[in-house]
């Protein structure tokens, strides 16, 4: 039915753009049978008396196809968000996925670092790089920069921080800031670019 129907359709479409071509072409009437493309009785100029040019009569209803014909309903909308308990639920359904942060006590989400313990390592972080500004200025830095709080510059002997730009923090270490955070790697830098796999077979 639907494949007749558009058949049809194409039919039609191809009389009219037939007969809209003839009356760009020739106005004064219709070429003889043997130019005609295709035949669908009346869709043909019939006589001398052309017929004025129309784009609905070339395309007729196709550019409304897919257009929805009918407002979705109120009980629609609402299966579509929440879904249907005899079908498919799509109510919200509480979390499983928070746990407690070990350090402060506030929840949060597995996988995800704990916001409130976060927000203190931004904060010291911010105040660090304050004073790594306040004390180095735009001046460039070409050794390393190590970052002590109170106390912290007595435990080694004064030869350890030679060659080494030191910025003093004006107050006592974080209890949750350990030192091992602001140490470099002591992995050996690679000595070759290249890429390759390795534990193949």
């Known amino acids: 039915m639907a494949a007749s129907l558009m058949f049809r359709r194409i039919n039609v479409a191809l ?14 009437g219709p070429p003889p049978d043997a130019f005609c493309l295709v035949g669908v009785e009346g869709y043909r100029v019939s006589g001398n008396e052309p017929k004025p040019f129309s784009i609905k009569d070339i395309i007729g209803d196709g550019l409304l196809w897919a257009v929805p014909k009918h407002r979705r309903s109120l009980e629609k909308r609402l299966k579509r968000k929440f879904g249907d308990p005899e079908y498919v639920n799509k109510l919200i359904l509480p979390k499983t996925t928070l746990r407690v942060c070990n350090t402060c006590g506030d929840d949060h989400e597995v996988g995800v670092l704990c916001p409130t313990c ?22 460039p830095v070409e050794t390393e920069v190590v970052v002590l709080y109170n106390g912290e510059k007595d435990d080694k002997p004064s030869e350890f921080w030679q060659g080494k ?16 955070l602001t140490q470099q790697t002591t992995q050996q830098p690679a000595t070759t670019s290249d890429v390759k796999p390795s534990q193949l077979g």
């Not at 009389?15 to 004064?28: I, K």
């Not at 972080?125 to 500004?133: G, P, R, V």
């Open 15 to 28: 009389a009219n753009l037939e007969r809209t071509l003839v009356e760009l072409l020739n106005p004064r």
């Open 118 to 139: 976060y927000k203190k390592v931004i904060e010291e972080t911010k105040l660090m790089q304050d004073k790594i500004q306040e004390e180095l200025k735009l001046e």
């Open 165 to 180: 730009r030191i910025v003093e923090m004006e107050k006592e270490r974080p209890s949750w800031f350990s030192k091992n």
